[in-house]
């Protein structure tokens, strides 16, 4: 067991060394039962990560995986279905509004609660019809 040198951003050099899982251990028993808790607890983590699955085990997770993004669709669907809803609304609403304010009846003109003729003097003055 040779130790490696490890450069650290700031150029500094400290010795590493590379050991195995059971060696690893062995350097554990000298260490604070904090350090051994959390160390012990990485290695199986990383065990359990390391673990090949079986084919059981892959078509679950395929199985989660499917049912989460349909879940994800869905919602995105509803959200879309919403914001349509809300655009309709607001359309109506500047609909009704500009039918109110702007619109024909018998030669008089309403804009803006305001009466004005239709005739042709009107036209003129206003750059002609």
Not at 103 to 129: A, F, H, M
């Amino acid at each position: 067991m040779r130790p490696n040198i490890h450069t650290l951003k700031n150029k500094q050099k400290y010795p590493m060394f590379e050991l195995t899982i059971a060696q690893g251990k062995q350097v554990l028993m000298r260490e604070s039962k904090f350090v051994r808790r959390h160390v012990v607890a990485w290695l199986e983590r990383f065990e359990e990560a390391n673990k090949p699955m079986t084919a059981g085990e892959i078509l679950m997770a395929q199985a989660q995986g499917m049912i989460v993004l349909e879940k994800a669709q869905q919602l995105q669907a509803q959200q879309i279905a919403l914001q349509n809803e809300r655009l309709t609304k607001i359309e109506a609403k500047i609909t009704t509004k500009n039918e109110r304010l702007f619109y024909y009846s018998q030669d008089i003109v309403n804009i803006i609660g305001k009466k004005y003729p239709l005739t042709n003097s009107y036209c003129v003055r206003k750059k002609g019809c």
